[in-house]
């Protein structure tokens, strides 16, 4: 039979716990950081440019003043 004191026992605990803490965290400071850099409601967005679905040039700057709807995501 395996005899732990208390102490060994909370050191596992205390070992097993700071991972996840740290992930936690970490977490936390990569949402505050999005949230920081994210326009806002009613902001206008930064020009931004790329291809729409029929592979021609699009640019944010050329929308200015019209409802845009802007999709993005990975194609892969």
């Known amino acids: 039979m395996i005899y732990m004191s208390r102490l060994s026992l909370l050191l596992v605990a205390l070992t097993l716990a700071v991972p996840v803490c740290a992930?936690?965290?970490f977490v936390e400071r990569?949402?505050?950081g999005f949230r920081s850099?994210?326009?806002k409601a009613g902001e206008m967005l930064p020009?931004?440019?790329g291809f729409r679905a029929?592979?021609?040039?699009?640019a944010l700057k050329d929308?200015?003043?019209k409802l845009t709807v802007l999709?993005?995501?990975c194609l892969t």
């Open 30 to 32: 990569m949402n505050q």
């Open 63 to 65: 929308t200015r003043g």
């Open 23 to 25: 992930q936690q965290s």
């Open 37 to 39: 850099r994210s326009p």
């Open 71 to 73: 999709v993005t995501g």
């Open 54 to 58: 029929d592979g021609t040039p699009f």
């Open 47 to 49: 020009d931004a440019a």
